[in-house]
């Protein structure tokens, strides 16, 4: 079901190709972040859901901000100062005024997840952003007022979330953009699918929203939206473990070979083609990166052969958008999981004086890790206690503090101000990879290493952590153990 959104203003538009990039800007105010960092990014595609970023501003003393970057199409962006994010649709050359505040009050419980409150400074009805929330608002109060009827798990909600449908499409009809009906039309099949799912085998009989009916209303011989996330999500709740299914088949044994015995994009995408709703190349392919992700966490597939079956994709597809989504196909699924016993993810960063740092270069002693930034209180408080800890194990383990701010100033400023503070300071630079090598979610965050440079400790404890947190694990414990053993 959907949910309300009651923080931020969440919408979706449609993504159309545009043959030159425009200057897109995104300005306005936020008062309560003065002289702190506004981060922009998008997502590179909604089948890998991974996000690449666009850039970062500081917004000034007075709260104004204003960012601007070339766009080629529309697409979802995501706004983050410090820990707190929202999100919304641009489209290439236009200009968005946007206030962005914080309320505790809205984030209460919130440790990891914290939203930014979005609005419009001069909100235009016909604009896309407006016309999404609008419907969104009535969705949410047709599935509100018609709850009973959507828990009954049969077909007693059909006639009237058709109705409903139908409705919604005459009201945004007149939208300047097909993007508002596709939008309408994938969110009413995403609500439907969600009612085939628990639908008696004997429905079928009735030819009521079965699974073909719905291929048919919704996929079948449509353009492959790539940058609608309606769409993308509808295409991946339809097909969930639907490739896998199929392979498992006796008439299906040609995929699971294709796959094992020859790791053939060629043969897998012959082995695809004999089904009916699989005859479209570029659906096929999509069909086929989607199960190819699905599968690659688990044992009935060889991993290295979705792997290479991936990097065909990624070399001779004729479609663009798979050779992207393959490629982050294949950075999720080869990425090393980071814990205790792994090893290090390896860097090499800037110090205060733009010296680049390796980590193998401290190889042969434990190092203590942290990530912090000038935004989190904890961060700067545990560095007094660091401090202490650097004076009484100094020369028996290395001290890395990795200052996750975007701007390189902010971690000199910052050392300027405490002279004290004599251990090894990088920066993590524009490639914000090593955060999600690491694992970090929050900040500060501590991962302590044995001199093979092998994770000993993750999340490591926190300098004092027991004195505050009784339950955290002991660092001076862990770190004279690591040291005499």
Not at 109 to 123: A, E, H, R
Not at 251 to 273: C, M, P, Q, R, V
Not at 383 to 397: A, N
Request: with cysteine.
């Amino acid at each position: 079901m959907r949910k309300t959104a009651t923080i931020f203003i969440l919408v979706f538009l449609f993504t159309t190709t545009t043959l030159f990039a425009s200057t897109t800007v995104i300005k306005g105010s936020a008062t309560q972040f003065k002289g702190k960092e506004l981060e922009l990014y998008t997502s590179a595609d909604y089948i890998s859901s991974k996000k690449e970023a666009i850039g970062f501003t500081t917004i000034k003393t007075n709260g104004a901000y204003n960012f601007s970057f070339d766009a080629t199409e529309v697409k979802k962006v995501y706004l983050k100062i410090e820990d707190k994010t929202t999100s919304f649709f641009v489209e290439p050359g236009k200009v968005y005024n946007l206030n962005l505040t914080y309320s505790k009050e809205l984030n209460k419980g919130s440790v990891y997840d914290k939203q930014l409150s979005l609005n419009f400074s001069f909100p235009v009805p016909t604009e896309l952003n407006q016309q999404i929330g609008k419907f969104n608002t009535q969705f949410d109060e047709f599935i509100a007022e018609n709850r009973s009827l959507f828990e009954k798990r049969d077909h007693s909600i059909e006639v009237k979330l058709k109705a409903f449908q139908l409705k919604m499409l005459k009201e945004f009809g007149g939208t300047n953009t097909s993007f508002v009906t596709d939008y309408i039309n994938y969110s009413f099949a995403s609500t439907q699918s969600a009612l085939d799912v628990s639908y008696k085998k004997t429905d079928i009989k009735k030819g009521n929203n079965i699974k073909a009916n719905l291929y048919l209303s919704y996929l079948d011989k449509k353009p492959v939206l790539y940058s609608n996330p309606e769409y993308i999500s509808f295409f991946k709740t339809f097909f969930r473990g639907e490739f896998k299914s199929l392979s498992l088949k006796v008439e299906g044994f040609d995929i699971s070979k294709a796959i094992n015995d020859k790791a053939s994009y060629t043969e897998l995408s012959k082995a695809l083609s004999k089904y009916p709703f699989l005859e479209n190349e570029e659906f096929r392919i999509l069909f086929m990166l989607n199960g190819l992700l699905e599968v690659s966490s688990g044992k009935y597939f060889t991993k290295a052969n979705i792997i290479k079956i991936l990097t065909t994709i990624k070399s001779v597809s004729k479609y663009p958008q798979h050779k992207i989504i393959a490629t982050n196909i294949i950075d999720r699924i080869t990425k090393v999981k980071f814990g205790i016993g792994s090893s290090a993810p390896s860097f090499e960063l800037k110090n205060k004086d733009n010296e680049s740092i390796s980590l193998n270069s401290f190889k042969g002693k434990p190092v203590y890790i942290n990530f912090w930034t000038n935004w989190s209180i904890p961060s700067q408080k545990e560095m007094k206690i660091m401090q202490m800890l650097y004076k009484k194990y100094k020369g028996k383990i290395e001290f890395i503090s990795i200052c996750a701010d975007n701007d390189f100033n902010k971690m000199t400023s910052f050392l300027s101000k405490n002279e004290g503070y004599n251990w090894t300071f990088l920066h993590i630079g524009k490639d914000k990879k090593i955060l999600s090598d690491y694992s970090v979610a929050t900040y500060p965050t501590y991962i302590l290493i044995d001199d093979n440079l092998k994770v000993v400790k993750f999340p490591a404890g926190r300098p004092g952590g027991t004195a505050e947190r009784a339950t955290e694990d002991n660092i001076e414990k862990d770190i004279y153990e690591l040291i005499n053993q």
